[in-house]
């Protein structure tokens, strides 16, 4: 069954504002399910972790349940593998320096050209506070892929570590993951993936990917401001983590420092509710499929409630594609080929004319249509492009609740900006 877009709108209280957000890039309107998880919590358990009285421990089971739920949308081992914290670069800049304690001076690290600073300064950090190597992989300008020739050159130095994206937040690219991995751990590295910009968009396997580390942030998917980090149990428990001295060095406490953002991660358990709802009500087409995959119970429903996701998106990703083309004086980086979409998400980046990115976005504005422009924190993507310095793009990025008619809408705002109207 195809998505009833009127039904999932419903679900984004947001969505009643007469606006289009095609800002959900830098974060997307939250799902009901979520606000009810968080207002739930204030009211009835709002209190610290570890108590002997009532509401705490409601409250260590929600974010029990929370850890669980987000186990199953990782498809990790254990909910112990789940490490909430404030957002993704937070978790990196903290978990990189756990890591980065195993390394030497002329150790080497890998990282990516194609990936958001998030996922780039807090190894070069951590590489200039141990004397460690930093190996840089590039991509192609022209389609915006990561250059596998480079990785492979990188990777025979024999790095410690790999960070790289699993989707361009700039360009929209998926990377092989997984081939990516497999050529990582054939020379012993550690990989650490930033999913952010992948995870609203496409099933997520820690396991089939055999991830060491992946990291998002739930507010990319439609909960709160908040970020998620997995990490093999063998190696939270090998690092050592930086935390004050009467934390638990059980996990995940071990690495969750200080007291956490509790009605947060009661509402990135209504963000994956929120997804098995959808896998309940449109995913049923797609059961065969996972149940030949070995999935089951939540997991199951969940990769039902993606791949129905996905599938409506790929709708979104020809149109967009399509838009774009008719825009006079509208350049597109990146993966630009109709046929070749299940290497994107629809997260696409331009510039149109000689307009400043930021007029163009200011425009759009005026006609009730959010975009972003700039960098998005992607500034080694705008620099490689030559373009960092005049302003960067301008960023459109889709998401399941955006609708063919709002793709239409933009293309007459931006035909019309650029006709200088």
């Not at 995870?199 to 439609?222: C, E, N, T, W």
């Not at 080694?380 to 960023?395: A, D, H, I, K, Q």
Request: proline content about 4%.
């Amino acid at each position: 069954m195809a998505l009833n877009i009127s039904e999932i709108r419903a679900q984004f209280p947001a969505l009643a504002r007469p606006a289009i957000y095609f800002d959900g890039p830098g974060g997307t309107q939250i799902c009901q399910q979520s606000l009810d998880r968080i207002n739930q919590y204030l009211v009835e358990h709002n209190t610290n972790h570890g108590g002997v009285f009532e509401t705490s421990r409601q409250s260590d089971a929600v974010l029990d349940a929370a850890h669980q739920a987000m186990a199953d949308f990782y498809h990790a081992a254990s909910p112990e593998e789940i490490i909430f914290g404030n957002n993704m670069t937070t978790l990196t800049l903290h978990i990189s320096r756990s890591i980065s304690r195993m390394w030497n001076a002329g150790d080497e690290i890998v990282v990516t050209r194609l990936d958001h600073d998030a996922n780039v300064t807090p190894w070069l950090l951590a590489a200039e506070d141990r004397g460690a190597v930093v190996n840089w992989v590039d991509f192609d300008v022209e389609d915006g892929s990561l250059n596998m020739d480079s990785l492979a050159a990188a990777l025979e130095r024999k790095p410690k570590l790999l960070a790289v994206g699993y989707a361009s937040n700039s360009l929209g690219t998926i990377n092989p993951i997984r081939k990516i991995i497999k050529m990582a751990h054939e020379v012993g590295a550690l990989v650490y993936v930033d999913a952010v910009q992948y995870a609203p968009h496409g099933m997520i396997d820690v396991q089939r990917i055999d991830a060491d580390f992946l990291v998002s942030s739930p507010y990319k998917y439609f909960g709160p401001h908040a970020g998620v980090l997995y990490g093999k149990k063998a190696l939270l428990e090998e690092l050592k983590a930086y935390k004050v001295r009467p934390a638990s060095n059980d996990l995940p406490d071990k690495f969750e420092t200080g007291t956490q953002n509790h009605e947060g991660i009661a509402g990135v358990l209504g963000a994956i509710e929120y997804f098995e709802w959808v896998g309940e009500k449109f995913g049923a087409e797609y059961a065969d499929l996972f149940m030949e995959d070995g999935y089951s119970g939540r997991v199951l429903t969940l990769k039902k409630g993606m791949a129905a996701i996905h599938a409506y998106e790929q709708e979104l990703n020809q149109a967009l594609l399509s838009t774009f083309e008719f825009v006079p004086g509208l350049r597109l980086y990146g993966n630009t080929d109709p046929r070749r979409t299940d290497e994107r998400v629809a997260t696409f980046s331009f510039r149109l004319g000689d307009l400043h990115p930021r007029t163009v976005a200011e425009k759009l504005d005026e006609r009730g249509i959010y975009v972003w422009d700039g960098n998005y924190y992607a500034i080694n993507v705008t620099e490689r492009l030559g373009l960092e310095e005049s302003g960067g793009m301008v960023r459109v990025g889709a998401t399941h609740y955006n609708t063919i008619e709002e793709v239409r809408k933009l293309g007459e705002a931006l035909t019309e900006i650029a006709e200088g109207k």
